[in-house]
């Protein structure tokens, strides 16, 4: 459902201008308000991969839900393929799908009959189904007899392949991955980091990826957008954002991450683990 | 609306009617336990009607079978009536319990297919429970049914599904909305339904105020218009105004139900209340 602009040229995958979200945060009193997102403006090509880094809750996967027509913004303007994703919200969904940090399943269901079930909402059935899905499968290293299992008998590693097996059965032209890969362990993360490379270069297909895995987002993606505070840090290739700045290269992303925003991972891991320790948490 | 995006809203229905049938099978275990619950409280008003007479509340037994089949009866018909609106008005307390509720919203599926496609569910589900425990109740107790006529008790019940769906998916906005709270106050709803519905009892012994909202519930015809048919012969002809009102309730309350829902949605969407699991 891709349709041309009036110059017969194919419209952005994304565009994305002065969009912002605010949400009151649980437990908060009326009037209080976390700004997710702040004035972003994003534009994607169709056929990129494009990584959104940042650190939690710096608004990453605000936008992703934004683009998926889950959540509103409150002003701007989110269009994808040209379709306005708020007022055309239907056809926006028909060309996207999504895979989220959770796996999100009927837990007690096969992880056939959640295919299957999730296949059918975007139109499709039978035979072919299957194959797509033992296809995809197999590339992921799931072996055939995970179907048949309940999903609460799956690991979270063969949960989320499962999860990325329905995103692609849809055949979607924007797939939105937030954190496919966390809390994967280091095999299963790197099947599913092969296999979206393969889906990007081999399928044709949009991708956006959020992710907090820097080496990750420097493996797969030639283009990479930093998030800060709900505002775009910064918007380059990895050889960019490393010799961004005074001038000065730095070694790795993280080095340029820290220059950009002060912040870095290794001190939001340390103050996530202090929160735990205090019973709190994200 | 076109063809083929007629046959994806129908391949999205089917879609939600088997994911309903997948549920209950997986979670077959419960459904025996709350079948087991439903029979032994049919059962259980059904000997409490033997006892008004034991204790003596009926002069020398006298209206102890119209007492008996008036209670069963009622009895019987919360069990499906419940059913069918507790599970439409279920159908996103369920994907917020599995934590599925971003990927149904985010599929290219018209809402009103979503909750129809669970609430068809719901009847034929609705329908064979209540099957079980009608033989149940018809093993347990002579039932003086001599006057009854099936005909027209059907078509009261046929024409119940309308306005019965509507309730459920008006109720299953509370879940959407109020996502910690949504459940408890889909069951309070439920209460209410039972308290001013003359499910036990004619709608004059309420306070006046009380009775005013039974006049507004659809289920109090569902009910009135089966004893009818069950107790006193009412055929179908005689009960087509009931089946007439419940049917226009219906017509009411279905489209009313999609379009608050639509708008519940949107608020939902605005406040970030998707992705919470409550």
């Known amino acids: 459902m891709q349709t041309m602009n009036g110059n017969g040229t194919l419209p952005p995958a994304i565009e994305v201008r002065g969009v912002s979200k605010s949400f009151r945060p649980e437990g908060e009193r009326r009037g209080m308000q976390k700004r997710a997102l702040d004035q972003v403006d994003l534009l994607m090509r169709a056929g990129e991969l494009v990584a959104v880094v940042g650190l939690n809750g710096s608004g990453k996967s605000t936008l992703l839900r934004v683009l998926a027509t889950l959540t509103t913004p409150d002003e701007g303007t989110v269009r994808v393929f040209g379709h306005d994703a708020v007022r055309e919200s239907g056809r926006v969904r028909r060309l996207i799908n999504r895979v989220s940090v959770e796996a999100s399943f009927f837990k007690e269901m096969s992880a056939w009959e959640n295919l299957s079930y999730a296949a059918r909402l975007y139109g499709r059935r039978g035979a072919d189904v299957r194959d797509t899905v033992l296809t995809v499968l197999r590339r992921l290293g799931l072996a055939r007899d995970a179907l048949s299992r309940p999903m609460k008998q799956l690991s979270r590693g063969q949960q989320q392949k499962v999860a990325i097996a329905r995103s692609v059965l849809t055949t979607p032209n924007l797939l939105l991955l937030d954190e496919p890969t966390t809390g994967l362990d280091p095999r299963s993360k790197r099947e599913v980091q092969a296999f979206i490379a393969e889906l990007h270069s081999g399928g044709g297909v949009t991708v956006l990826l959020?992710?907090?895995?820097?080496?990750?987002?420097?493996?797969?993606?030639?283009?990479?957008?930093?998030?800060?505070?709900?505002?775009?840090?910064?918007?380059?290739?990895?050889?960019?954002?490393?010799?961004?700045?005074?001038?000065?290269?730095?070694?790795?992303?993280?080095?340029?991450?820290?220059?950009?925003?002060?912040?870095?991972?290794?001190?939001?891991?340390?103050?996530?683990?202090?929160?735990?320790?205090?019973?709190?948490?994200e | 609306m076109t063809v083929s995006a007629l046959r994806l809203e129908a391949t999205a229905f089917i879609g939600f009617f088997e994911r309903q049938k997948n549920l209950y099978r997986r979670y077959w275990l419960w459904e025996v336990i709350w079948l087991l619950y439903?029979?032994?409280?049919?059962?259980?008003?059904?000997?409490?009607?033997?006892?008004?007479?034991?204790?003596?509340?009926?002069?020398?037994?006298?209206?102890?079978?119209?007492?008996?089949?008036?209670?069963?009866?009622?009895?019987?018909?919360?069990?499906?009536?419940?059913?069918?609106?507790?599970?439409?008005?279920?159908?996103?307390?369920?994907?917020?319990?599995?934590?599925?509720?971003?990927?149904?919203f985010m599929a290219p599926v018209r809402r009103v297919t979503h909750l129809l496609g669970c609430a068809c569910f719901a009847l034929a589900y609705g329908l064979i429970r209540a099957a079980i425990i009608l033989a149940a109740m018809l093993a347990a107790f002579h039932l003086d049914l001599d006057r009854a006529d099936f005909g027209g008790a059907a078509l009261v019940l046929g024409a119940s599904t309308f306005p019965v769906l509507g309730l459920g998916i008006l109720t299953s906005i509370l879940p959407l909305l109020y996502p910690e709270k949504g459940e408890q106050m889909a069951f309070a709803v439920q209460g209410v339904l039972l308290l001013v519905s003359g499910v036990y009892y004619p709608l004059s012994v309420l306070p006046v105020w009380l009775q005013g909202l039974g006049v507004i519930s659809p289920l109090t015809y569902v009910l009135q218009g089966i004893r009818t048919a069950l107790l006193e012969h009412g055929s179908a002809g005689q009960l087509l105004p009931v089946a007439g009102l419940l049917t226009g309730m219906g017509a009411v309350l279905i489209p009313a139900g999609l379009v608050l829902f639509t708008l519940a949605e949107r608020r939902a969407k605005r406040l970030g209340l998707l992705k919470r699991t409550g």
């Open chain 1, 210 to 281: 959020s992710t907090h895995d820097l080496v990750e987002a420097e493996a797969l993606c030639g283009r990479i957008v930093v998030i800060d505070r709900g505002r775009i840090a910064a918007d380059a290739s990895p050889a960019e954002l490393r010799g961004s700045g005074n001038g000065h290269a730095v070694p790795t992303l993280e080095d340029a991450f820290l220059r950009m925003t002060g912040r870095s991972f290794e001190q939001e891991a340390e103050e996530a683990g202090e929160a735990a320790g205090e019973g709190g948490g």
């Open chain 2, 38 to 104: 439903s029979v032994v409280t049919v059962l259980s008003v059904g000997y409490l009607a033997s006892g008004l007479s034991s204790i003596g509340a009926l002069h020398r037994g006298e209206g102890l079978a119209e007492a008996q089949v008036y209670l069963l009866v009622g009895a019987l018909l919360w069990q499906y009536l419940s059913l069918v609106f507790f599970e439409t008005a279920f159908a996103i307390v369920w994907e917020r319990w599995e934590g599925t509720i971003e990927y149904t």
